[in-house]
């Protein structure tokens, strides 16, 4: 009996199972050829989890990114969120099964509009999912929230345009984004490769305390093996649309067991040694 409650327990954490997702693109200017960008991808996702997924540039991690979030279809496979597969389900009602999920994107200077102002940007989830239309007080007030939780000051921020900020406040504003709809699943696809150090260690300390505040997961989607240490806490490596490695970031640093883990650790020794 106790054992059967535990494995109800399981179930229970897991937000999301991805399972056998596979992928191809066709080869422009190539007749009837394809690439395979996904090769039978699985893993899971537990309720508040911080997922990494690592890889070199082009191994298919931006396109997990994009299907998990509906933004890319796959060929075929698996994506079990709170239980519901949103890969068989038609468009309308993927939608309102993941509207809990969203995406922070790699570049903060093109991800966001240079005609709306800071307030515009950050309530746009909202227009988009149709919430609180008939209230404009209502999205103003959850604007301010949202870029409270983000620690930029609302009165400072709201009517400003993005070529006013720097990058580090353009990714906040990123965020803010995606939290103003309250979801349980962020994919953050590289959001802090185009930060300098001190400024990517803010983002993910702000990142870490919203999962922790909120009850927030993220797959967060990264090149660079460093980053997933005291963030994540677990890690996946991807090889060419493969997942070779599953554990802790401390185990897999401390003792990869892949051939391509191994080239990662080593080229990051070195750059350390530099």
Known sequence: MQKEESNQQLRQDILLQVSDLRKTYAIKGADSKVA?????????LRENETLGLVGASGAGKSTIGKVIAGLESADSGKLLYRGSDLLSMKARARKEA?????????DPYESLSSRMTIEQLVAEPLVIQKLHKSDSEKRRLLVEEALQEVSLAPQKYMHRYPHELS???RQRVGLARVFITKPKLIVADEPTSMLDTSLRLD??????????RHGIAYLFITHDL?????????????????IVENGTPEEIT???QHPFTQKLMSALVQLDQF
Do not use: K, W, Y
Request: glycine content about 12%.
């Open 254 to 256: 401390e003792n990869p």
């Open 36 to 44: 395979s960008v996904l090769n039978g991808v699985s893993f899971s």
């Open 203 to 212: 983002l993910l300390g702000l990142m870490r305390e919203l999962c922790r």
């Open 167 to 169: 990058g580090g406040e």
């Open 98 to 106: 993941a509207r809990s999920i969203q995406m922070i994107f790699q």
């Open 226 to 242: 460093a980053l997933t240490r005291g963030f994540c806490d677990r890690l996946l490596v991807l090889d060419h649309g493969t």
